[in-house]
Nanobody, 124 residues
Framework: QLQLVESGGGLVQPGGSLRLSCAASGSTFYGKPIGWFRQAPGKEREAVSCINLSGTTTDYADSVKGRFTISRDDAKGTAYLQIDNAKPEDTGVYYC?????????????????WGQGTQVTVSS
């Protein structure tokens, strides 16, 4: 049973940076794409980024391209989402999950083993 736990969220000023972590326990996410999602109050959960099995292919939502960086360290059982130049629109609960597919798709139903999320608040 793969379980994922998000951490690293908090309050950051616009233009600031945060690094979110997604730690695996119970199993490994080796061989699975890892996606990051976020959900703002009153909004649908949206795909933010995804990284493939080897880490050689990444995908980003247009709204975060150039500002967010996804990475993974399978030896540590951890994936990361680096947020730079944070904007108020980035505020929300961030979740990570593992895909049942062999490649990244912006399809929320592909993903399993959701964590409980970590709150990111971008405000001055």
């Amino acid at each position: 049973q793969l379980q994922l736990v998000e951490s690293g969220g908090g309050l950051v000023q616009p233009g600031g940076s945060l690094r979110l972590s997604c730690a695996a326990s119970g199993s490994t996410f080796y061989g699975k794409p890892i996606g990051w999602f976020r959900q703002a109050p009153g909004k649908e959960r949206e795909a933010v980024s995804c990284i493939n099995l080897s880490g050689t292919t990444t995908d980003y939502a247009d709204s975060v391209k150039g500002r967010f960086t996804i990475s993974r360290d399978d030896a540590k059982g951890t994936a990361y989402l680096q947020i730079d130049n944070a904007k108020p629109e980035d505020t929300g609960v961030y979740y990570c999950a593992a895909s049942i597919m062999f490649f990244c798709r912006r399809t929320i139903s592909d993903f399993r083993s959701w964590g409980q999320g970590t709150q990111v608040t971008v405000s001055s």
